[in-house]
Nanobody, 125 residues
Framework: QVQLVESGGGLVQAGGSLRLSCIAS????????MGWFRQAPGKERDFVAA????????SYADSVKGRFTISRDNAKNTVYLQMNMLKPEDTAVYYC??????????????????WGQGTQVTVSL
């Protein structure tokens, strides 16, 4: 069973930055596509960003494009989400997810096999 552990969340003022990290257990990290999702209270879990196995292909939600950057370091079993120019509407619990089968439906949370527990990001005015 793959374990995913997020870190780096916290409270930041609008316009500020945070970097989230997600560390995966096991020896198969480099075979997984990875994604970040977020969920605000009372809302659906929404796609944020995804990255292919070797980091060469990335996808972003329109709402974060140009502000957020997803990256990975397979030697460290880690995927990152650099978040710049944060807005109050970015406030949510952010979840890391792994896709064993490298689906092309990267925006669909149902395509991911493993999930972290989430980390809270709060953006204040």
């Amino acid at each position: 069973q793959v374990q995913l552990v997020e870190s780096g969340g916290g409270l930041v003022q609008a316009g500020g930055s945070l970097r989230l990290s997600c560390i995966a257990s096991g020896r198969a990290f480099s075979t997984y596509s990875m994604g970040w999702f977020r969920q605000a209270p009372g809302k659906e879990r929404d796609f944020v960003a995804a990255i292919s196995r070797f980091g060469s292909i990335t996808s972003y939600a329109d709402s974060v494009k140009g502000r957020f950057t997803i990256s990975r370091d397979n030697a460290k079993n880690t995927v990152y989400l650099q978040m710049n120019m944060l807005k109050p509407e970015d406030t949510a619990v952010y979840y890391c997810a792994a896709d064993k089968y490298n689906s092309n439906r990267v925006r669909d949370p149902g395509q991911y096999d493993y999930w972290g527990q989430g980390t809270q990001v709060t953006v204040s005015l």
